[in-house]
């Protein structure tokens, strides 16, 4: 059964910077592709950002290229998103995803 767990949300004012853990169990994380994925208040569901399984490669929406990072640790079956120079619309619950499952997500609250 798989199961994500995220954490790390929190409010953050505008340009900071703010770093989120998805702990992984019930699925082979080291042979999987990993996304993350965002629902803002009234919206559907964005992909955020992903790695490759080995983690050499880090992909992004072009909303969040060059401020966001999804890094991996294959041996402690965690996600990470590294979110840098934050904006108001960055608000929204983010989840790890895989195999088009996911958490209950962490809140990340962008605001002055």
């Known amino acids: 059964q798989v199961q994500l767990v995220e954490s790390g949300g929190g409010l953050v004012q505008p340009g900071g910077s703010l770093n989120l853990s998805c702990a992984a169990s019930?699925?082979?994380?080291?042979?999987?592709?990993m996304t993350w994925v965002r629902q803002a208040p009234g919206q559907g569901l964005e992909w955020v950002s992903g790695?490759?399984?080995?983690?050499?490669?880090?992909y992004a929406a072009n909303s969040v290229k060059g401020r966001f990072t999804t890094s991996r640790d294959n041996a402690k079956n965690t996600l990470y998103l590294q979110m840098k120079n934050l904006r108001t619309e960055d608000t929204a619950v983010y989840y790890c995803a895989v195999d088009q499952q996911w958490g209950p997500g962490t809140q990340v609250t962008v605001s002055s």
């Open positions: 019930g699925f082979a994380f080291n042979s999987s592709w």
């Open positions: 790695t490759n399984i080995g983690g050499s490669i880090s």
